[in-house]
């Protein structure tokens, strides 16, 4: 990867952090969710307007995306419910690199090396570390694995369609537009009417969250259209070391020197996970 895109990807990561952290921050994490994803979709609207559309062997992958994401939504929703975002996040976000390169290797014929193998050691001893925390709750440390396994699946289906998109922010517009209604809806039929009150401090934040993460994965897209997934997946997963300090010094959560070097082997490992050699 080239050093623009190295920033750029670890710019993404501190983005994506910060939108899981105001997530966590909220007392109904559905519906924050679902705030987000219905301002990041309103916000790709005059993307798509303006760009060319993708091509037409992307959109299955559009699709298909569109449906992961609702999973990957509503398990982190769920995982945020009952677990601690210095916690959850780490779990979800450690665990898909290692599916990512599989993945990649299996969809896209990008075959990880010796180092890349490490990387699933040392990423599944942080992941154990860290579920066996004190504090640790079962359901939410399922909910981050399953979150993970979402993310894998969205990561390889959307490194592939935006290479066949022709381009990567007309897919990531089309993306988010899909994203959006399918959780408003199922939040209707859970919770019933989605009520917004654009005068609420709260809903300005969420709706801004939504706008972060569209940046966010949106930077994640185009990376992989000129690199591996493996490594740009793994560069992104630093996002785990953002999140422990995010909520350390914002959610006033522990940062235990157990956690910490949890943590530290998580990123390391997923550096490794998606080094080319």
């Not at 419910?81 to 690199?97: C, D, H, L, M, T």
């Not at 005068?199 to 969250?209: A, E, H, I, P, V």
């Not at 070391?241 to 914002?250: C, T, Y």
Request: net charge positive.
């Amino acid at each position: 990867m080239t050093p623009a895109v190295i920033a750029l990807v670890l710019c993404a990561a501190l983005l994506h952090a910060s939108w899981n952290a105001l997530l966590k921050s909220g007392s109904d994490r559905l519906r924050a969710i679902t705030l987000m994803t219905l301002a990041s979709g309103l916000a790709a609207v005059p993307m798509a307007i303006a760009l060319p559309l993708p091509a037409p062997a992307a959109w299955p992958y559009v699709a298909l995306s569109a449906v992961l994401h609702v999973g990957y939504n509503v398990f982190l929703a769920r995982a945020y419910r009952f677990g601690e975002f210095g916690q959850v996040y780490p779990i979800a976000r450690g665990s898909s690199p290692l599916l990512v390169t599989m993945g990649a290797a299996l969809f896209a014929g990008e075959m990880p090396g010796a180092i890349a193998l490490a990387g699933v050691v040392l990423v599944s001893a942080g992941i154990l570390s860290l579920a066996r925390g004190r504090k640790a709750d079962l359901g939410s440390t399922l909910a981050a694995l399953t979150t993970g396994v979402f993310i894998a699946c969205y990561t390889v289906c959307d490194g592939i369609g935006a290479r066949m998109a022709g381009n990567a922010n007309a897919y990531s517009a089309w993306l988010f537009m899909l994203d959006g209604l399918p959780m408003v809806l199922l939040y209707r039929i859970w919770k019933g009417p989605l009520n917004i009150d654009l005068r609420n401090t709260d809903t300005l934040k969420t709706f801004g969250g939504g706008v972060v993460s569209l940046v966010a994965y949106g930077i994640v897209i185009w990376a992989v259209t000129l690199a591996p997934m493996g490594p740009v997946s793994a560069l992104r997963e630093t996002s785990v070391v953002f999140a422990a300090l995010l909520g350390r010094f914002f959610l006033k959560e522990s940062l235990t020197a157990r956690r910490l070097s949890a943590c530290s082997v998580i990123a390391f490992g997923a550096y490794c996970l998606g080094h080319p050699a």
